[in-house]
């Protein structure tokens, strides 16, 4: 038994210790903070970029083109916890053509498909996140004091993508092609037309959170 107790907590701190390093190795672009979600609702703000309340507004938006539903393709997937039943995800259309061609090159360059893990989420299930006892609780859940602190999923701009299971070939990849998307701005493929769109990319503990703007109101 103490043999089994020792093993636990050696693979407890090697834990810790491969988090600290990959947060060492983190770039500055790639950090976030409350203040950058103030800066990021406003500038969704001044694009006419809405909050979704509710799970009726959600079908409403996306019945009228205004959010889509993102299904598995040959480059990525939809993955879900094993403790929820499976949904659907939307996010913006200008988003999911980013993702289109980020997921491209990244299985040209890896032969594997990229796992998103969450899109569009309802202001009603980001506060049930925050909510200790709901079954959707995760400590993981961007913390609110305004509205304008609250979490861009909220406006189906953001696009998460797992970093678990990933080498550290792959990350160091993702590292480097998201950097150079947000410094640079790129071009995404939205209908058969080319839109100029800008990222700001933040990279979590489980997951690179992508969040995908216009430069011009949608």
């Known amino acids: 038994m103490r043999k089994i107790i020792l093993l636990a907590g050696v693979?407890?701190?090697?834990?810790?210790?491969?988090?600290?390093?990959?947060?060492?190795?983190?770039?500055?672009?790639?950090?976030?903070s409350t203040e950058q979600r103030v800066i990021q609702n406003t500038k969704a703000v001044n694009l006419g970029i809405e909050s979704v309340v509710d799970d009726k507004q959600l079908m409403s938006m996306a019945s009228n083109g205004k959010l889509?539903?993102?299904?598995?393709?040959?480059?990525?997937?939809?993955?879900?916890?094993?403790?929820?039943?499976?949904?659907?995800?939307?996010?913006?259309?200008?988003?999911?053509?980013?993702?289109?061609?980020?997921?491209?090159?990244?299985?040209?360059?890896?032969?594997?498909?990229?796992?998103?893990?969450?899109?569009?989420?309802?202001?009603?299930?980001?506060?049930a996140m925050r909510t200790r006892g709901s079954r959707y609780y995760?400590?993981?859940?961007?913390?609110?004091?305004?509205?304008?602190?609250?979490?861009?999923?909220?406006?189906?701009?953001?696009?998460?993508?797992?970093?678990?299971?990933?080498?550290?070939r792959e990350i160091l990849w993702f590292r480097q092609r998201l950097v150079a998307d947000k410094v640079n701005g790129i071009e995404a493929e939205e209908e058969q037309n080319e839109i100029e769109i800008e990222i700001e990319p933040i990279e979590e503990n489980v997951c690179y959170h992508i969040v995908v703007f216009p430069k011009s109101s949608k």
């Open 138 to 168: 995760t400590p993981y859940a961007a913390k609110a004091e305004t509205a304008l602190e609250e979490s861009l999923h909220l406006r189906g701009v953001v696009v998460d993508i797992s970093r678990l299971g990933m080498t550290r």
């Open 68 to 127: 889509v539903r993102l299904l598995d393709t040959s480059h990525y997937y939809i993955g879900h916890s094993r403790n929820q039943k499976p949904e659907p995800v939307y996010v913006r259309p200008w988003v999911a053509s980013y993702l289109n061609n980020l997921a491209r090159d990244y299985f040209l360059a890896f032969r594997k498909k990229l796992k998103i893990t969450s899109g569009t989420r309802t202001l009603e299930r980001q506060k």
């Open 11 to 32: 693979l407890v701190i090697c834990s810790a210790i491969a988090m600290g390093q990959s947060r060492r190795h983190r770039p500055g672009e790639l950090v976030g």
